[in-house]
């Protein structure tokens, strides 16, 4: 079984579009996190949700926005696509923001902006 | 602000131990980790460190001394499937327990 599960596994898209990318974990965490990896594969994180409450959001454009329908759930959405949000996304959670648990990742999305 | 360091690359060879350094400047420090990642897929966990010393786990060690601000992973019997990135992380209550990584170093085993 999956731990962390991110969907579309790849994203071509244009510029100017608006698109999501999903993910779902089903190891009973309570904390979820967004990660982008550039091509220089500096891992940088986005967002952080914990039980449904946005907990730190980092200096991302406001394009992105996480929706959170529960726990198990955090969707990532990016309107209108720039170029340089070209990256590989990746989904992460753990138990508790609070305490020093590690991270699950899931497999990652690639998104190529055209 | 988080600052991590670490080499960018190594090369080692097959069977022989291999030590990758990574030095930080955090507030709030709360534990340090390292993971693992092959090229094209996910960073996969291998260890932390919350107090100072040596955690051992199989054929991977990681250090801290957190008065040097200073970490080490340590691997031994160095196999070729070892050849990855390896990302060191830092997780500071200063700013809601965030992970804050480094870029990084990859390395490469050689027979």
């Known amino acids: 079984d999956t731990a962390v599960s991110q969907t579309p596994k790849y994203l071509v898209t244009q510029m100017g579009n608006d698109k999501s990318i999903k993910c779902e974990q089903n190891l009973g965490h309570d904390t979820m996190y967004w990660y982008k990896q550039d091509s220089k594969k500096f891992l940088k994180i986005m967002f952080s949700?914990?039980?449904?409450?946005?907990?730190i959001n980092e200096t991302v454009p406001n394009r992105f926005s996480p929706k959170s329908p529960d726990k198990a759930h955090l969707n990532l959405h990016i309107n209108s696509l720039e170029l340089g949000d070209s990256a590989v996304y990746f989904c992460?959670?753990?138990?508790?923001?609070?305490?020093?648990?590690?991270?699950?990742f899931g497999p990652g999305t690639r998104l190529t902006v055209t | 602000g988080q600052n991590i360091d670490q080499p960018t690359e190594m090369t080692a060879t097959e069977g022989a131990i291999v030590q990758i350094n990574c030095t930080y400047q955090?507030?709030?420090?709360?534990?340090l980790f390292w993971y693992q990642q092959h090229a094209g897929e996910a960073p996969t966990f291998l260890s932390y460190n919350v107090l100072d010393g040596l955690e051992e786990k199989g054929r991977f060690s990681s250090f801290l001394s957190r008065s040097k601000g200073y970490s080490y992973l340590l691997l031994k019997e160095l196999q070729m499937k070892d050849s990855a990135s390896y990302l060191c992380?830092?997780?500071?209550?200063?700013?809601?327990?965030?992970?804050?990584f480094g870029t990084g170093t990859s390395l490469t085993v050689i027979p």
């Open positions: 992380a830092v997780r500071a209550t200063n700013t809601g327990n965030q992970f804050y």
């Open positions: 955090t507030s709030g420090f709360n534990g």
């Open positions: 992460a959670s753990s138990h508790r923001m609070t305490d020093a648990y590690e991270q699950y």
């Open positions: 949700y914990n039980n449904k409450e946005l907990i």
